[in-house]
């Protein structure tokens, strides 16, 4: 390991960055792939398998990548809702790895919905 | 590190590890890969979380998911849903004891939320063992701005304006102990970092540097500098390998990247630290013996003056800081001292990290803000005394540290406050006790600790504890007498008088607070003949009420003396001359009939 100079902190930090933020929960956006048994069945571990790739690919330090169950709608999975900060989550449904390269780099890096993947708008309501 | 989805940040420090978390490791790795998540989900090993009681614990991070009493069956289960399914697992969550439903987030439980980190940053939050992890979380930042942006007046200043204390037990101002070691005459100077955690039920230094070893190295170089020290020493107890071993991969990574050694940050200022082992006496927290026992010699107090500052390691000027201490510096540095004097008291700044033991729901490590209630810590965090027994006392400061009654529970803490009860702040160690707690056995117990421990060097320390713990041996085998409480008062005053260092000194407390707020029991012992809280056993006797006794027999087939007697269905008896008072009766009997007068 070589010797380090105060410029150097900064450096490390910025390569740990993404690993922090994880850990921090907090980002700019969050991609929840859901992986109940319909969810797998129907092909959610490629979908994750792609945005992993793809968030690595873009050295993406400030995007959330989590699973959650089953939304509730199992003829229509795989699917992914994405939240960015600040706006309500949308839900996209019939995701295949094109889809979801598109839903990434549109909607997810530029910020604009795929309204053509995109099932709604918001979440339900709680309680 | 790759980029995972998921950091699960299992804890490793010594509490939970004793309860199998590098086993639970080994189980989630295993599962991880039956279902191909190996690259996907990251088990991150980090330091002790706090919550030692629920322990083995774990963190789910993004999702903030607290998972508490883990067993390795619970792991199968756990990565299949929680992991693979995206289902967090209720059953092993936490419920608070006052409420029905689990919590499933860290952040919303109260045992965490209501503490304030500083010393404690980044526990649970970084793995201890790697040094990028700390830098990310802004760690040696502040090294290298006390080093190319500030003068060492203005560190010392700096520390001096936060009013940080210190945290071993004292509470001496640390930018004034700095001053004086920077202006003390001497060519080579020494810095040492006391981590010589004696007191029974304290582990605050241990945790601190089994989570977070990088903040107490970085405080200690930022005070080398400071003070112009070139030797700096962590004296560290014997008994706390895991911590030895993370400080000494810490050192090792520090050095690597230029953090120690010579030339620090090309700024030509040198320092190397070693690590010495403690000689496993409780005198070894003294400065003055510590610095025998660094040196090889037997750990023996001397008189002061010349203190440490100025004839300390090798006769060369000395600055001895607590782990805790040390651990601060880095984020006063960062965030400035302004920042770390809003948080706590008129007298006592920033937070404090006390290990909270004994009859109290939610054991463990916290860090408060000074100036928090003895009864926030044992309700609000503590989660109040398992299994609605009444609350008694509270013993802080250790075997050095005195008993705090209920009627002063809104006490807040302070080193101020603490003394004016007739308690020290100490180390940070807080027993919690309860109504089935005897005071006069308390005190008993605690002397007997001093009493092993005394050096022996002044015989006020060695006599007068040794004569102080017989009468009280005597009180509580009923052998009390009058004039007894009078005797114990006054030879507390000729310990403290005449005992050099802090242990004799502070020894006689833990007698003079349990006589000064519960003297009403040692009334009773040596009166009555009697133990209020049914502790002491040659004053109780254990009876079977008839009208409550089935004649079940339990109680007579788990006496040990066959001391029970009477015929099934027929109200039993003790023969008193047999019992030899071990309670298993009481324990067993299922309609409350075993009762202790």
Known sequence: MPKIKPEDLKKIREQMSRTMSLRDGDARAKITVHMGTCGIAAGARTIMSTLLALTEEEQAKDIILTASGCAGLCSREPMITVELKGQAPVKYVELDEEKTKKIFSDHVLSGTVVEEYALAMGSERLG | MEPYRTHVMLCAGTGCVSNGSFRIKETLERELKKHNLQNEVAVVMTGCNGFCAQGPVMVVKPDDIFYQLLTDDDITHLVEEHFLKGRPVQKLMYTPPAEELPVPKMSDIGFFNKQRLIALRNRGMIDPEQIDEYIARDGYTALAKALNEMTPEQVIEEIKLSGLRGRGGAGF?????????????????????????????????????????HSVLEGMIIGARAIGASYGHVYIRNEYPLARERLIKAIKQATDYGLLGKDIFGTGFDLDVSIHRGAGAFVCGEETSLIASLEGRAPEPRIRPPFPVESGIWDAPTNINNVETWANVPDIINRGAKWFSAIGTETSKGTK????????KNTGLVEVPMGITLREIVYDIGGGIPGDKEFKAVQTGGPSGGCIPQSLLDLPIDYEKLAEVGSIMGSGGLIVMDEDTCMVDVARYFLEFLKDESCGKCTACREGIDVMHGILVRICEGNGKEGDIEMLEELSEAVKDSS???????????????????????????????????????????????????????????????????????????????????????????FDAVSVT
């Open chain 2, 353 to 360: 990290v006390f290990s909270v033991v004994g009859k109290v």
């Open chain 2, 173 to 213: 101002p640390t930018g004034r102990k700095w001053e004086l070691a920077r202006a003390a005459k001497g060519e080579t100077k020494h810095i040492v970092c006391n981590a010589d955690e004696g007191d029974p039920g304290a582990f605050m230094d241990r945790s601190i540097i089994e989570s977070d070893p």
């Open chain 2, 500 to 590: 050099l260092c802090a242990l004799g000194r502070t020894a006689p407390n833990p007698v003079i607070s349990t006589i000064r707020y519960f003297r009403d029991e040692y009334e009773a012992h040596i009166n009555d003949k009697s133990c209020p809280a049914g502790v002491c056993k040659a004053l109780i006797t254990y009876v079977i009420n008839e009208e409550k006794c089935k004649g079940c027999r339990l109680c007579a087939k788990n006496c040990p003396q066959e001391a029970i007697t009477g015929e099934v269905k027929m109200p039993h008896t003790i023969e008193q001359d047999k019992c030899i008072k071990c309670g298993v009766c009481f324990d067993v009997c299922k």
